[in-house]
């Protein structure tokens, strides 16, 4: 049955049978003259070896043909009519084209060395579409029900992945780039970091120290924020996202404008309504438990609305879809970059995402292998820095010195090679709260007291402190970072270890 378009003219050629019956892209006559133009010059091949393959080609013998005079030139050999003539007829490459006479044909279709990148761009553009073409077939027939194991969202999903590999495999991206661009966007970095008034080039983390070590956080960058649970990871990293939105409002009212940035929190463990109730909490110093019993004065919340309108100004968006894959991230994040404008993700967890849809990992290691790629990846292609959180295996637990290390890294190898950075939160206070001496365990009153007092002397030293551990920094100086550390109201700042 035809599909008419919405005039309901019957004699209109876009139906969807004459949609399904024309030709797919091809341009055969380019073809021929660029595999021409190889044999008789094979510096045309530098022109289109660095984008195109012999699967680009539309008609298989001559993708076969490209094939081979690329095996012979990349070996430094020679290829030429008269070299590739007897590799043709002892593999029959050309018996379904007509033999020899093929082989003159090409020569007479060639094209000169100038106009051979051209050529090979047409043939190019023509496979992509005809990839196109592959994947829109393959969304009809998935819609239709081919694929049972998909429901409606993993079809988008796996759609979206599909372009997305598409517009990434494509070849015609990348390159070399010469010495005299890179230093000159290396001086342009230098020199905004020189005009700034503050110490930092990239965006603001809202922690002093961690800005004067890192610079703050830089475009293409994948960090990697971890720790144990009840550390403090979730309220670090949402410090971080407020810290960073707050500084694009606050430079985007001094110029009289709208935000031109944003940030983005994908929430995987909390919900967004959690994560606001925590943002709320810390700014405006009413603590989270008292805010979900509802045990809060009148004072409390005239605060807690007039700050939670005052948040709502924040250029931060929150997305809590559960166990969230790669590709719907991706997408996301450039839908987002495209209309908002994105300046940092952030993502809580890592373990928790799904890998793109339609891969199917062997293992849990290759999984995340595929995720913290895939969060470099997007961190390159949108320019905006990622962090991403991370859960640490037990072995921790099991140390006298509980501060972690790269080993400790669940499925370590991949995170710790991905990552640009990798940052460890650590708060002594939290283990040593549970190392708290019991009057039972001593002989004696005068011996419990001992230990009792000895361990306040200890909790003293370490109370609200909390360490930032940067073990990797592909860009510049490891070290630890001191913070200081609110459990009531779950919030990080800076700490002033001159002034205490």
Not at 78 to 90: I, K
């Amino acid at each position: 049955m035809n599909i008419a378009s919405p005039t309901d003219n019957t004699d209109t050629p876009h139906t969807l049978e004459s949609l399904l019956q024309r030709t797919p892209p091809a341009n055969v006559a380019a073809e021929q003259a660029l595999l021409g133009a190889i044999l008789t010059n094979n510096k045309a091949y530098e022109r289109v070896s660095d984008f195109l393959q012999p699967s680009h080609f539309s008609d298989q013998i001559n993708g076969r043909i490209y094939e081979a005079i690329s095996r012979r030139i990349e070996r430094g050999q020679l290829a030429d009519p008269v070299t590739m003539r007897a590799e043709f007829e002892h593999t029959g490459v050309l018996d379904e084209a007509g033999g020899p006479i093929y082989l003159a044909k090409l020569m007479n279709a060639m094209v000169g060395i100038v106009n051979a990148g051209d050529y090979g761009r047409v043939i190019h553009d023509c496979w992509i579409r005809r990839q196109l073409i592959d994947i829109g077939s393959e969304v009809v027939n998935n819609a239709y029900g081919a694929r049972v194991d998909l429901d409606g969202a993993d079809q988008i999903s796996a759609s979206e992945e599909a372009l997305f590999r598409l517009a990434t495999d494509k070849g015609q991206d990348g390159g070399f780039v010469t010495f005299e661009h890179a230093m000159a966007e290396a001086l342009n970095t230098a020199a905004q970091a020189f005009n700034r008034t503050g110490d930092i080039v990239g965006l603001t983390s809202g922690l002093r120290d961690f800005d004067k070590k890192t610079g703050g956080l830089h475009p293409s960058d994948l960090l990697i924020l971890a720790g144990r649970p009840a550390m403090g990871k979730t309220a670090l990293a949402t410090k971080i996202a407020f810290s960073a939105a707050q500084a694009l409002l606050r430079e985007a009212e001094d110029k009289g404008e709208k935000p031109r940035g944003s940030v983005a929190i994908f929430s995987l463990e909390m919900s967004s309504e959690q994560l606001a109730t925590r943002i709320l909490s810390e700014q405006s110093e009413v603590p989270g438990e008292r805010i979900r019993r509802g045990d809060i004065n009148q004072k409390d919340f005239d605060r807690f609305v007039r700050v939670s309108r005052e948040l709502q100004r924040m250029p931060l968006h929150i997305d809590d879809t559960p166990a969230i894959s790669l590709s719907a991230m991706r997408t996301r994040c450039r839908r987002l970059a495209r209309t908002k404008g994105l300046s940092l993700v952030v993502v809580d967890y890592l373990q928790l995402m799904r890998p793109a849809i339609g891969t199917r990992p062997d293992s849990r290691v290759l999984e995340i292998s595929m995720i913290t790629q895939g969060l470099k990846a997007i961190a390159k292609e949108l320019a905006v820095p990622v962090i991403a959180l991370s859960q640490l295996s037990r072995q921790v637990e099991s140390r006298d010195d509980k501060r972690p290390m790269l080993s400790d890294l669940r499925e370590s190898g991949s995170i710790e090679q991905d990552a640009d950075a990798v940052m460890f939160v650590y708060r002594d206070e939290y283990y040593l709260q549970q190392r708290q001496p019991k009057d039972s365990a001593f002989e004696s009153t005068d011996k419990y007291q001992a230990a009792l007092e000895d361990w306040h002397r200890k909790m003293a030293l370490v109370h609200n402190q909390a360490e930032l551990i940067l073990e990797k920094q592909r860009h510049g100086p490891t070290g630890t970072i001191p913070l200081y550390f609110e459990g009531e109201f779950t919030r990080f700042g800076n700490l002033d270890l001159d002034h205490e």
